[in-house]
């Protein structure tokens, strides 16, 4: 992921049995003057073609939980991401989660983009 997430610097799986996987990722958030870096553990259920779950293990946003889920609309795909996290960190009031959120969207579009290119390359 860190060739098509500019803001991973690591993302390796550390353990998979089936659809089960335990991904550890670092890297760093930034807004202006604004840094947070970030490392977490992640377990993640995958339900092919329609769903990942994924919940914190061990790391800067605990507790944490996700679901992402893909969604048929007429002829189109969409992409649902929901979830809910504490940091551990301090985070700044009103700018705080408008950056987490803004890198969020950031990271889903750099994702989407990525599935584009490799459904190109065939």
Known sequence: ???????????????????????????????????????????????????IRSRMTSGDAMPAEFTTRIEARGTQLHIVHAGKYTPKMWVPPVIGPVLIEDETRKQYGEIRDEIIRRSRAR
């Open 1 to 51: 992921m860190t060739q098509f997430i500019s803001n991973l610097e690591a993302s390796n799986v550390r353990n998979r049995n089936g659809n089960q996987l335990m991904v550890y990722q670092k890297g760093k958030a930034s807004r202006g003057p604004l840094t947070f870096p970030f490392e977490n553990v992640r377990d993640i259920e995958l339900i092919p073609e329609r769903e």
